[in-house]
């Protein structure tokens, strides 16, 4: 898939709902629906203030040009070893002078940050989500557990098709009664996949889908959820290391 068009899958979610990015929602909207990509397409995606300074220093890291090449955007939103290169001073600078999360949180929070750089952290979309948690998009209140859950990139594999909407199992997040972040038990869940007559993701029972924001993103492949699964929970581990 085209880089560009796969980040905009990702990115309208929170996009639709004012959370990140331009106010552009149609004209981003129009660009999934034609499944074409152009330089004003890309302009728009580099108004993400949180999602394009990560894709930018992925690739400048990796020795990639473009911020939008398809390694770089997978590896952002579901994981894979392009992240593994990235240096824990990388990292520290990517969050401290791109995103300037020194300033967006407290002296001891950012303290905290720093710990779980030296922990092992990634370049992944849940690190941020979970370990971020004043968000740094057009909305700079606190996560709670729902909008952490609705964020993160969650994973599940659909059990039927009706129509606009499906259901697939899923884990959800919880927090357990001593405040850890935790996956729980599988749920069905039902999610709405035709957003207008114009624009409907096509899947089968069986497939493994992407999830942001309770949209469907994308088919993954077992190996692609593997990466997913592994980057949340360490991603939650971080989390829970401060708590």
């Not at 894979?80 to 300033?103: E, R």
């Not at 849940?126 to 859950?149: A, C, E, P």
């Not at 089968?204 to 994308?218: N, R, V, Y």
């Amino acid at each position: 898939m085209d880089g560009v068009l796969r980040s905009t899958k990702y990115a309208f979610g929170p996009n639709r709902l004012h959370l990140c990015g331009p106010d552009a929602n149609s004209e981003i909207f129009a660009y999934m629906v034609n499944g074409a990509t152009d330089e004003g397409l890309k302009s728009l995606l580099r108004k993400f203030q949180t999602m394009f300074p990560y894709l930018k220093n992925i690739a400048d890291a990796n020795n990639i040009r473009d911020p939008f090449d398809n390694s770089v955007v997978e590896a952002y939103w579901i994981g894979n070893k392009l992240l593994d290169t990235i240096s824990k001073k990388q990292i520290y600078s990517h969050l401290k002078d791109s995103l300037k999360v020194n300033k967006t949180l407290k002296k001891n929070e950012f303290a905290r940050v720093e710990n779980k750089i030296d922990a092992g952290a990634k370049m992944h979309h849940s690190f941020h989500v979970f370990n971020i948690w004043k968000r740094t998009g057009n909305d700079t209140s606190y996560h709670t557990l729902d909008s952490m859950d609705k964020c993160r990139i969650s994973w599940g594999k659909v059990v039927s098709v009706d129509g606009p909407s499906i259901k697939v199992k899923t884990e959800p997040l919880l927090m357990n009664p001593n405040g850890i972040l935790q996956l729980g038990g599988e749920i069905e869940k039902k999610l709405i996949r035709k957003l207008n007559d114009d624009y409907m993701i096509d899947v089968k029972i069986g497939d493994i889908i992407s999830i942001h924001w309770d949209l469907p993103c994308e088919i993954i492949t077992p190996e692609q959820k593997k990466y997913l699964e592994r980057h949340t929970q360490l991603s939650i581990n971080l989390a829970n290391s401060s708590r």
